[in-house]
């Protein structure tokens, strides 16, 4: 998701999207899973790079992976936007987003194969249909 948005959107004479995809730095996570906790790995990411007017965007197919409310939770401290593709009835995480995009269902397959057309029509409408 994170490279679709930063290269697919690029439009000559258009803002870049600056991303990261905090689950792509297996280091970092290892670092911070072995030292702290697995709950950890996100949110200090989130504390080192977010910043006021950023998007994050968080993934959970149940709504309730630890990881990701809690740096969803850090991301609304710092004033980030925060949004939220899940499942289910969107557990704890969709009180968390400002925007929530919730798959009404408990098929986890479903839940992910939908996630990903979504996040593609997301980058397609970033590409073809925001304003310069």
């Known amino acids: 998701m994170a490279q679709d948005l930063e290269k697919l959107t690029i439009i000559e004479g258009r803002a870049r999207f600056r991303t990261f995809s905090f689950p792509d730095r297996l280091p970092l ?3 911070w899973a072995n ?3 697995y709950a950890d790995v996100f949110v200090e990411q ?3 790079h977010g910043v006021r007017g950023d998007v994050a965007i968080g993934i959970s197919g149940s709504g309730n992976s630890l990881n990701v409310l ?3 939770e850090e991301a609304r401290n710092l004033g980030i936007t925060t949004v939220g593709f899940v499942g289910s ?4 995480m969709r009180p968390l987003c400002d925007i929530a995009v919730v798959v009404p269902s408990d098929n986890m397959q479903h839940i992910e194969d939908l996630h990903h057309v ?4 997301l980058t397609a409408f ?3 249909e925001r304003p310069a």
């Open 126 to 128: 970033l590409r073809d």
């Open 70 to 72: 809690r740096a969803l």
């Open 46 to 48: 989130i504390k080192t």
């Open 89 to 92: 009835n969107g557990g704890r």
């Open 35 to 37: 030292d702290r906790s």
């Open 118 to 121: 979504m996040l593609h029509l």
């Open 29 to 31: 996570i290892l670092a």
